[in-house]
């Protein structure tokens, strides 16, 4: 067996350090870009067009604030985890249990809404092509069972897979944009209803559309979790991440700008796929096809991060013993951490063939917004415990505490949406992670070997 | 039948093949080699080894 590395003379396994900052760009964006593809639209359901646009910049304004302090911390914490390994640091060992949790459910809930719609957009090629009653069954299995296997084969792989395939889907948005633009579509572009119908449902339909603005940019903090397999992660890290958010503002604007001036906003709000339906109101065959090779792609290259992502937090909470450390196990070939992988592949099958698609999401939002709540107070504890001059950073973020107190309030107000929608939803995962702290405080932390945790060469933190 | 149809199949195929590599993989690699060197992984290797968090 040569791929083992030695540590102090003791032959050791760990996952292989081979990734760039392009990785990083295709682990983030590629995670994303799949919620310009679907998802955002219901926005403009919930409060109209204008509402969309304002939805759309301010959760853009909420995830560059995540981008810049998870820049900053992940920088500093280079470990597989992201930020459960930022929380196990900084805060504690209840709060990085919780992080880890968080971060497993909003990206196995998101990888079974990607492998549905592969089954949706599957079922309406079909109906286009006159095949009625497509099985969709075993197209989510397949989505699923294959970019695990995928993962399970090795992480270079995987991710030059999605740099590939979400370079294509981030170009066909670029594509759209610029026909549309230049008189490719048979119908032109309309914004009338910016005048007529600014704000159908009031300032509450502005709030109430924020739950879905975030579909735009859900899964950009992913980037963290590729921090033990880049080559340099105090420079591919800050650069993969910001190049990530700033791709994703590009895209999420043009999106909204093309989707709603060529679909009236009622019809916009409750389209499943509102990229591809807006390619077939051109009327250009080249551009459904381009826009249809998007969607595909764009939902496949989001599954396939999710499916790293929650593996690597399953991974390193195993690893630390806050789960079975059966679990925190690295593949001797591969070098991928492969029963991770192969345990969250039935509980992604069990979301993706037994639930709805709206709750599915639902759940990844709230995983989410939980996991953007606690950044907030890990940025402020990290930079008093340990100020700028006390540790090397890769990259220091400016106006420090102003993104984390906008990050709050945003996620104040994101919670409010929410609960205006889903407000049992809401509750129902409190209660789930509430649950869950109390079996980790009372039972699993005794088998956490307490003085392991702390594995960052830092200084003592200020006051301690 | 149509091409659909055959998608269908396909699909059940692979899924069996993907699914089956995987098991069989991590069965042959758990009874090969010993479970405290494929847990041997340890957080913060590199940064004891390679980078130093001082100014």
């Not at chain 1, 930020?83 to 209840?94: D, N, S």
């Amino acid at each position: 067996m040569a791929d083992t590395t030695a540590a102090g003379g003791e032959e050791r396994l760990s996952l292989l350090r081979v990734l760039g900052p392009g990785h990083v760009w295709a682990l983030g964006v590629g995670i994303v870009l799949v919620g310009e593809y679907m998802g955002w639209n219901f926005s403009v359901g919930k409060g109209g067009m204008v509402a969309g646009l304002v939805a759309c910049w301010v959760a853009g304004l909420l995830y560059t604030c995540v981008a810049m302090i998870d820049s900053e911390v992940t920088s500093t914490v280079a470990a597989a985890g992201g930020q459960y390994a930022q929380a196990k640091h900084i805060v504690g060992p209840l709060m990085a249990f919780n992080v880890g949790l968080f971060l497993v459910m909003a990206y196995t809930m998101l990888e079974a809404a990607n492998a549905i719609t592969v089954g949706f957009l599957l079922d309406t090629v079909a109906g286009m092509q006159g095949h009625t009653g497509l099985n969709q069954q075993p197209f989510i299995i397949l989505a699923i069972l294959g970019l695990a296997w995928l993962n399970y084969r090795g992480v270079l792989a995987t991710l030059s897979f999605n740099l590939v395939i979400t370079g294509i889907a981030f170009i066909a948005i670029i594509i759209l944009f610029f026909a549309v633009e230049f008189g490719a579509s048979a119908v032109p572009l309309d914004f009338t209803a910016i005048n007529t119908e600014p704000l159908p449902y009031g300032w509450l339909g502005v709030v109430a559309s924020l739950h879905f603005g975030l579909w735009y940019y859900l899964g950009i903090e992913g980037t963290c979790q590729a921090a033990e397999e880049v080559r340099s992660p105090a420079r591919s890290l800050p650069y993969g991440t910001m190049a990530g958010i700033m791709t994703l503002l590009i895209a999420a604007t043009l999106t909204w700008y093309v989707c709603s001036g060529l679909i009236p906003w009622e019809y916009l709000g409750g389209s499943g796929t509102p990229l591809f339906d807006a390619a077939r109101v051109t009327g250009s065959t080249s551009l459904m096809v381009l826009l249809f090779i998007g969607t595909a792609f764009a939902t496949l290259a989001s599954a396939n991060g999710c499916i790293n992502d929650a593996s690597r937090a399953w991974f390193s909470m195993g690893r630390d013993r806050y789960l079975p450390s059966w679990f925190g196990a690295v593949h001797p070939r591969y070098r991928t951490p492969y029963r991770s992988i192969v345990f969250l592949v039935p509980i992604a099958l069990i979301f993706a063939l037994g639930a709805p698609l709206d709750q599915v999401i639902t759940f990844s939002i709230l995983s989410g917004l939980l996991g953007y709540t606690f950044m907030t107070f890990n940025m402020v504890m990290f930079r008093r415990k340990w100020p700028v001059a006390s540790i090397k950073r890769g990259y220091v973020h400016p106006f420090h505490p102003l993104p984390a107190i906008v990050l709050l309030v945003l996620c104040s107000t994101a919670y409010f949406a929410v609960f205006l929608g889903y407000g049992t939803q809401l509750i129902a995962m409190m209660c789930f992670y509430i649950i869950a702290s109390l079996w980790f405080h009372f039972w699993r932390y005794r088998f956490v070997k307490r003085g392991d945790q702390f594995t960052m060469p830092w200084p003592r933190p200020l006051g301690y | 039948m149509d091409i659909w149809n055959y998608l269908e199949y396909a699909a059940w195929v692979l899924s069996i093949l993907f699914a089956g590599f995987m098991l069989y993989d991590t069965v042959r690699v758990d009874t090969t080699y010993d479970n405290e060197l494929l847990t041997s992984s340890r957080e913060g290797e590199l940064e004891l080894t390679a980078e130093r968090h001082e100014i």
